[in-house]
């Protein structure tokens, strides 16, 4: 079998209604796949005025919106409707990508025709509730997640770290690596531009902390905003950039605010807002990738993260920047001060750092699920001549 023969049916919990770093995978996954003659078919909620056009066909699902998080989604059930496309399609294989309702249906749907199943983990959803004073949830949902990451044929993470997690969890032992990839022509230290800088009232001498993601609470804002204030306490001079929005946005400008936020961007903005940066924070506990510290990498930044999921495995800690113990505000303010105070180091590590992003090429990353695909159609066709 061959790349060219799959027939890939996908579900998402959002494909492309909210521009996050997962979906932008699945899409560029799906891109890839279409050039290699693959057919795939995409199962997901749709709305009005998505953040961007879909890659490839897709169909839509029925959703409710998440209380307390209208912009997301729930995937409700299989309609008919979409029942007798899934059956006209006649896919050789599953993947699934969010824990949600119609993922448990899907999979059931699979199993009951004997098609494999290929979960892929995105993000830490167990870890979320910890942000929103609901941690006692949390074994709840990681049972619920082994529930349906046993009944699938196997996962594919985005690092290592993330599949020991898996494994340590019980979630399922067959487990590849779905890295991720950088897009070169939009994060590379070329970019770099004073005038933008000056643009935003910010000093070509001035050290330029800076963060991007989605502003949502899960991505350590507290920690990032409570670190701030900590270099401010200790008289350590720089300045502070925001790239990104959510619903999260009014409540860190009202924590710092002396900071400079820019908004949502995206291609050759971004890419020139994160190269004019000196270096990253991201003290984020719920990638599972860490897709914001290889775009920084990219871009010749040094990188000061959490020593969790993701990160620990791009950044390496005291060459390319330094990982620190989640919620640490005192070490991780004193590690940002190294960089702060001594330009020479800020220098070497993100030399260092764009070395080690030069691994990773999308196309030959996402061969690797084409290649997990073709593997488990083999194991499941073996099994069911038994």
Request: with cysteine; hydrophobic share 40%.
């Amino acid at each position: 079998m061959e790349t060219g023969d799959l027939r890939i049916a996908l579900f998402s919990g959002n494909y492309n209604y909210v521009r996050d770093g997962a979906n932008q995978a699945l899409n560029r996954l799906v891109g890839y796949l279409l050039r290699q003659g693959a057919q795939v078919r995409v199962y997901a909620p749709t709305v009005d005025e998505p953040a961007f056009p879909a890659t490839g066909d897709l169909v839509s699902v029925p959703s409710f919106a998440f209380p307390g998080r209208g912009e997301y989604r729930v995937p409700l059930l299989l309609s008919p409707r979409v029942r007798a496309d899934l059956k006209a399609f006649d896919p050789n294989v599953v993947q699934i990508s969010s824990p949600d309702f119609a993922a448990h249906r899907a999979v059931s749907w699979a199993r009951h025709r004997k098609i494999p199943v290929l979960a892929s983990v995105h993000t830490r959803f167990e870890t979320y509730f910890r942000y929103y004073n609901m941690a006692w949830l949390e074994p709840v949902v990681e049972a619920l997640l082994r529930r349906l990451y046993r009944r699938c044929d196997a996962l594919v993470a985005p690092s290592e770290s993330m599949a020991q997690v898996l494994r340590d969890q019980r979630m399922n032992y067959d487990i590849d690596i779905w890295s991720r990839g950088v897009d070169r022509e939009i994060f590379d230290p070329s970019h770099r531009s004073l005038e933008w800088r000056r643009s935003l009232g910010i000093g070509d001498d001035e050290v330029l902390v800076g963060f991007h993601s989605r502003l949502v609470m899960e991505k350590g804002l507290d920690v990032f905003s409570d670190t701030i204030d900590e270099l401010r306490r200790k008289g350590v001079q720089h300045r502070t950039l925001i790239v990104g929005d959510g619903p999260a946005r009014p409540w860190l400008e009202a924590r710092l605010p002396q900071a400079v936020f820019c908004g949502y961007m995206a291609g050759a903005d971004l890419g020139k807002a994160v190269a004019s940066m000196d270096v990253l924070f991201f003290p984020s506990t719920t990638e599972t990738f860490g897709n914001v510290s290889l775009e920084a990498m990219a871009s010749g930044l040094p990188v000061v993260a959490a020593a969790a999921t993701g990160s620990q495995n791009l950044v390496a800690n005291g060459r390319s920047g330094r990982l620190i113990r989640p919620g640490a505000v005192s070490q991780f303010a004193e590690a940002l001060q190294s960089y702060i105070e001594d330009p020479a180091l800020r220098r070497a590590h993100g030399e260092a750092g764009e070395r080690r992003s030069r691994d990773f090429s999308w196309d030959q990353i996402n061969q690797v699920v084409a290649d997990t695909y073709i593997r488990l159609i083999r194991q499941k066709s073996a099994l069911n001549r038994r």
